[in-house]
């Protein structure tokens, strides 16, 4: 009774009820703090790292494909030697990791005791590289976005305090990633949001809108410059039924892009022998680039020089025809490269496939149907709605699109044609190759 007494007492005085309130109060400052200063850290280093993989692409890319195009033998040699390389890298050096991509990052979110281990930073950075600057058909997006998703891993798991919030500071590395590539906070933020969170709080608001400003404040100090430079002034109204044809359109590419992957992994699943694989994708690999040069890597060099000549372009049945080839083999090319050991993903793809397929259909209009549209406009709304469709992320495909060229023009044509390219794409099949599961399938 006594014992009882006395409590009652201590809780009802005011003394003690405004310490444990200011005991509280702390508690929470604190940890505000640290996840101010660990979100600046994340922004930084995965931006850091984002920006340095892409300069050293660009720089090695430019080099490699400039050498292929004056003797095609290194076609021939560059795949089986890039993808030689990462097998034994991976084999011997990063732990005999298998290369599971984006389903790495969902792994570690939907599990407490599954966490992204310290050597994917490396390992995603150096075969993301090989891969694209060997002539791999992909882009270095997924490589830096599982690499920055590490980092914040990494963090989480440095202390206690932080482990509540494991989602949310794996999807500020990856926010800041993205802004790094695309130099957009906005797409870096709502792509961690539509893709690996799908839930907002208050602490992913938080670590998100640090992680992405300090990523865009280090590539406003390094002065980059827009990913895609060009001069869009214009849309007109009488294009809409035309946007709407390319977004059902964009939706059925992103389908056979993304069987197109499932597909052929599973198959090259199948093959026991590793470096089977790796001579078999070789061999598809370097007879695509033979036939069609703009397919090696990212791609981005053949969309900037399409996009120089977009209105120079005179349209013949040979060059329909080259463009159908390319468009029919870059989902296969792709595949072929990640089943055979390659590391990235389907963003480069997409871009690529909607750049291509945008002019493509500007083309044919203005030739055959004197529709009078403007073709860059095509290949702008045919990026983003590609890369929607492909990743089922409308809003990440607008900000990014129109953030990489610096032009926010095609705004509203850019949003209708995405929710279309996505709904289209959903209806006929409804995972992406970030959501597909075999057990799902069922």
């Not at 891993?153 to 949310?168: D, P």
Request: aromatic share 14%; charged share 15%; net charge positive.
């Amino acid at each position: 009774m006594l014992f009882q007494s006395l409590n009652l007492q201590v809780n009802d005085n005011p003394f003690f009820m405004n310490d444990t309130s200011r005991i509280r109060r702390n508690h929470a400052l604190i940890k505000f703090k640290k996840l101010v200063v660990v979100s600046l850290l994340i922004g930084f280093l995965s931006a850091f790292l984002g920006v340095v993989l892409k300069k050293t692409t660009e720089y090695y890319e430019e080099i490699f494909f400039r050498q292929a195009n004056l003797n095609s033998l290194f076609y021939i040699f560059f795949p089986v030697f890039g993808l030689s390389v990462i097998y034994f890298l991976r084999e011997y050096i990063f732990k005999k990791g298998e290369n599971k991509g984006f389903k790495e990052i969902f792994e570690s979110t939907n599990s407490k005791s599954k966490n992204l281990p310290n050597y994917k930073i490396s390992s995603h950075f150096i075969n993301g590289l090989l891969t694209v600057i060997f002539g791999g058909s992909t882009g270095i997006e997924v490589s830096t976005v599982v690499a920055s998703a590490t980092i914040g891993s990494v963090a989480q798991r440095k202390e206690n305090i932080f482990r509540q919030y494991k989602t949310e500071l794996i999807c500020a590395g990856v926010a800041a990633g993205v802004t790094a590539l695309f130099g957009s906070p906005i797409a870096g933020i709502l792509f961690a949001l539509e893709v690996i969170s799908k839930k907002v709080t208050r602490v992913f608001l938080l670590t998100n809108m640090i992680a992405t400003a300090i990523a865009f404040g280090l590539l406003f100090l390094l002065d980059e410059k827009p990913l895609f430079t060009v001069n869009i002034t214009t849309w007109h109204l009488a294009a809409i039924p035309y946007f709407i044809l390319l977004g059902i359109l964009a939706g059925l590419n992103s389908v056979y892009l993304t069987r197109c992957v499932l597909i052929i992994k599973s198959q090259f699943s199948k093959i026991k022998i590793y470096y089977h694989k790796i001579i078999l994708g070789s061999v598809i690999l370097s007879g695509s680039l033979l036939l069609f040069p703009q397919l090696y890597g990212e791609g981005y060099l053949a969309i900037k020089m399409i996009f120089l000549n977009s209105n120079e372009v005179p349209l013949t049945f040979t060059l329909i025809f080259t463009f159908i080839g390319i468009l029919l083999l870059k989902p296969i090319v792709t595949s072929v490269t990640l089943a055979s050991g390659g590391d990235g993903g389907v963003f480069a793809p997409s871009l690529f496939i909607g750049a291509f397929l945008g002019l493509l259909v500007a083309s044919i209009l203005n030739r055959f149907f004197n529709a009078d549209v403007i073709p860059v406009n095509f290949m702008i709304i045919g990026m983003a709605a590609v890369l929607s469709a492909s990743i089922h992320a409308p809003f990440t495909a607008i900000f990014l699109v129109c953030d990489s060229t610096n032009n926010y023009t095609l705004f509203f044509p850019i949003l209708m044609v995405c929710l279309i390219s996505k709904f289209t794409a959903k209806m006929i099949y409804p995972f992406t190759v970030y959501s597909f599961t075999p057990s799902l399938a069922k």
